[in-house]
């Protein structure tokens, strides 16, 4: 990536609006997915990336991250990034390439769990407010406010009188977070209903990922056109110049994660900062020290 220009005063408006489709394919039946393709097998369209060219971009990628992170360190930006989407879209992989290469100290990942009885009676925003960044801080949530537009919306988890008052405070409390300094990407991670299901019948296939499947989870699969109405709506709300939604084309994994991350790091321009490489001193000579006996000390079994 260019080196470009240091960040000044207000975080950078994107340039374009993106471009989505009224809402997310319908016209694909659970049904017609063929349970005899290889497991695991993904669609992708003809000219998606090899797994060496996905593993060639993302390394390119990672290295660009580093910068970008030391850059918001160095400048003390405070960078908030929005995750949302259907369940199985594709938004915890995508999290966890971003992170990979950064720096657990400066950078972070919210997901919050169900409220409290104490945090059902707080302002709505309160508990997702205390994980906002500070100065050279990154967040990253999985998941954000935008479940009272979403899941509390379609499973009546809130009120019609809490849900428009959501509707109405969202987009100042967004334009808030923006006029303080915060710079607020927010993602819609775009899944046809074919590869959801796929991707459920393959967590149900696997031990390790059966965990990934909620009980809400499952509720949501059959309610699929409800959740395409309330992305809608939430959408017509608080898609606003200030916090604009960015969609991605999620049904090819290995596309969305290099296409989200090289999105990301054009909405904040930075420049090359990686540290010198360090030169290291030299070890301390040995005067005599003797090492306790290895058969004092407790090992692992080691069955590998």
Known sequence: MAKTKAH?????TPGGRNRRPGRDALSIPAAAINHAAAPGAEPKRADGPSRKEYEAQLQRLNVELVKWEEWIKARGLKVVVIFEGRDAAGKGGAIKRIMEPLNPRFARVAALPAP????????????????????GEIVLFDRSWYNRAGVERVMGFCSEEEYQEFLRSCPEFERMLVRSGMILVKYWF??????????????????????????????????????????DEMFAHTDFKQAPWWVVRSDDKKRARLNVIAHLLSQIPYEDLTPEPIVLPPRQKDTGYVRPPMSDQTFIPEPF
């Open 8 to 12: 000044q005063g207000n975080p950078p």
């Open 116 to 135: 409290t009885e104490r945090e059902r009676t707080q302002w709505y925003f309160q508990r997702y407010a205390v994980h906002l960044p500070a100065a």
């Open 190 to 231: 775009s899944v046809s209903d074919a590869e959801q299901e796929r991707r459920f019948q393959d967590r149900l296939d696997d031990p390790t990922k059966r965990w990934k499947l909620s009980p809400m989870d499952v509720e949501s699969r059959a309610r699929w056109l409800d959740y395409s109405k309330a992305k």
